[in-house]
């Protein structure tokens, strides 16, 4: 089984929707991180965590809240969707710190029309 | 904004052909990393140089990072069809976040 996981993995939403992308990861780190992907853009952090109780925004935070339920599941929502969110979404995970190698998930291709 | 930039953007090469794609960064930095991807899938770690390592091998691979320079550079040997994918350096500075570049997309022609 992977060791991080996203659901859903595609979501095709409306604008104005509430949407919620989910991770979850049995590696056993506290650091979790939600970044997007756009084309030719590269990855964007947009908001990470570094245990229960830490919630941090990244650099792209507006229109995104998250929620930390445990160690292990670290959501990520969209409270009014909006077109130009559309991209590919990515949980990622950390033993240690900004050092430390991250793991990531496979990915939500989420597209707002 | 983007710590790392990659270089090219898109390397066009045929199998068992080595592969040299180029990382530049612009502050001081902790270390350097590189990751795959795969077209449409998650990031995959590949290696990772500290700042006061100056290469670093990992079967294939091998990093260089002259930090005079601020530059990285990797070097696939021996390049195989299943080594398509884009490579993306990802620099960490003092207590800042991960800073991902936009990538270099490899195409290993059979």
């Known amino acids: 089984d992977a060791d991080v996981t996203q659901t859903p993995r595609n979501r095709i939403t409306k604008t104005g929707k509430r949407i919620m992308l989910e991770c979850s990861q049995t590696k056993g780190h506290d650091r979790m991180y939600w970044y997007r992907q756009d084309p030719g853009l590269g990855l964007r952090l947009i908001y990470y965590s570094f245990d229960v109780k830490d919630i941090n925004k990244g650099e792209i935070s507006d229109g995104y809240s998250v929620s930390r339920q445990a160690q292990a599941k670290f959501s990520l929502s969209l409270e009014s969707a909006i077109p130009n969110q559309t991209a590919l979404y990515f949980c990622?995970?950390?033993?240690?710190?900004?050092?430390?190698?991250?793991?990531f998930g496979p990915g939500t291709r989420l597209t707002v029309l | 904004s983007q710590q790392g930039e990659e270089d090219p953007q898109a390397l066009s090469i045929q199998e068992g052909e080595n592969a040299t794609m180029n990382c530049s960064y612009k502050t001081s930095i902790n270390n350097l990393q590189w990751y795959r991807q795969n077209s449409g899938r998650g990031l995959v770690h590949l290696i990772l140089?500290?700042?006061?390592?100056r290469e670093k091998h990992s079967g294939r691979l091998r990093v260089t990072l002259d930090t005079s320079k601020k530059s990285s550079s990797l070097l696939i040997t021996a390049s195989r069809a299943a080594d398509t994918a884009s490579y993306f350096c990802?620099?960490?500075?003092?207590?800042?976040?991960?800073?991902f570049g936009k990538g270099t997309m490899l195409l290993v022609s059979p």
């Open positions: 990802a620099t960490s500075a003092g207590y800042s976040t991960l800073t």
């Open positions: 140089i500290r700042s006061n390592e």
């Open positions: 990622a995970t950390s033993a240690q710190g900004f050092t430390d190698t991250q793991y």
